[in-house]
């Protein structure tokens, strides 16, 4: 029997494993107290706007406040434009080489003002703004740690997945929404360092707030399969409305540029204004929309109001994003998907096709639908959506709506929302904000994928990027020093060498050699 000595052990994984939980222990603290803040100031606002009603003595309290959170946040934006919005198109535009931030900057302004922006009860999420948190405390312990580029992005992604496992307890899909959404990559550094992060901050967000799910949704029924037609109908309804939310979302900004006596960083003070009458009338639906989710099925709303309700959420949230306040859209689109399963089974239950018992079934399937469709990410969608309501029963019928509605917005050429808003990001961003350094090396990964036209092809025969080195081949366990009769495969991870500026180009360019088709 060989012997095993401490030297001949692997411990390069786990290094990455105890970094990323070090960082995920850090997260959890950091968001869960954003979290705890946040919720018990709405709980407060959600007290104070009704009383505008009846006692006036209150409306130079709001209006200071609200003044007060426009002020802070215009002059945050104007010393850290990075903070603005939901934070996880700056953390793809990071990982991808895009942009540079002072990750200290962004960290306590983003804290700051999401707090103020979403506990006035703006139609905002805060799962955004903790993606974004958790990713500049990779960024924080990885450059205190002196680590190399490759490892430090690894670490910012392991951040960002711990910043939404701690605000959703949903440390798997958490996981998976960072490689499948903002680092497409699944790279063996990456997902353990992201797991043991978003585990670790998931441990520390349950002392805080209990092991009961966050959007506990008990249900009476499993859904019939012989009601399955139902589905394919709610996931094509889903798919189209996607389609509408993107646009709106992505082209809100537009709106408020049309207000050329306004300055950009003033654009909030249009939603705070309108959020007092919203909170007078209806204190119920502030904010991201969580307490309204698990509120609904005992509601027992009309059709007409459920309609309201969802062109209230539509519209607003849209409209609060687009003011680039910071605040996330994450939380939203669930929220928005809840309505509209409620809505599509009150239509169908009223032509007595569908149950009254299939309430819940509903609003769960089109969370993940509405989303999967919107953000093109539905293997996310489907693993979110199950850990958040605490309950294995419904994948069956969540994955259906969920590839419905992301082959509707796929053939209809929707984007993934982030990665829009991050190319919105990218045409607008000035470029000496970018701090882009030209004096180092540093390495990256580049998947190859099932179809790709650098699929069975020796080295030798691709015609690489004049910029870039191809340094190694990762194929399983294994890291192949390549030459020019290696045979590239389905599966292959490259470990690319170049430079920061020419980061984001390489990729382009070796996407291009790729040609697959878009997502």
Known sequence: MKKISLKSLNYVRFRFIIRGALVGILVGFVVSLFRLVIENLLKVMQGVYPKLLTEPKFWPIVILFLIFVLGVNAHFLAKEPNISGSGIPQVEGQLAGLIEVDWWSVLWRKWIGSVLAIGSGLFLGREGPSIQLGAMVGQGVSQKLHLSKSEQRCL??????????AAFNAPIAASLFVIEEIYHNFSPFVWTTSLAAAVTA???SLNFFG??????????????????WALVILGIFLGLLGLVYEFLTLNSSYLYQKLKWLSPRFYGVIPLAIVIFI???WPQYLGGGNNLIVSLPAWHLTLGSLLFLSLLRLVFSTLSYGSSLPGGIFLPILTLGALLGALYWKALAQMGLLSDAFLVNC????????????????????????????SLEHLMPLALVSLTAYAVCDILHGKPIYEAMLANLSAH????????????????????FAGSKLQDRQVKTIAWPKECLLLTIRRGEKEILPHGETLLKAGDTLVVLTV???RALIRAKLTQLSDLPPN
Do not use: C, W
Request: no cysteine; net charge neutral; glycine share 10%.
């Open 156 to 165: 910012l992604a392991g951040g960002a997945a711990a910043g939404l496992a």
């Open 202 to 204: 998931n441990f520390v």
């Open 211 to 228: 092991l009961r799910p966050v959007l506990y949704l008990p249900h009476d029924q499993s859904f019939p399969p012989s009601s399955y």
């Open 279 to 281: 909170g007078m009338y």
């Open 363 to 390: 609003m769960v399937y089109a969370m993940a639908g509405y989303f999967a469709g919107i953000g093109k990410a539905p293997f996310t969608a489907i693993l979110l959506v199950t850990e958040m309501v605490g």
């Open 429 to 448: 961003t000035d470029k000496q904000k970018m701090l882009l350094k030209v004096d180092q090396h540093e390495q990256f990964e580049f998947p190859i």
């Open 500 to 502: 920061p500026a020419k």
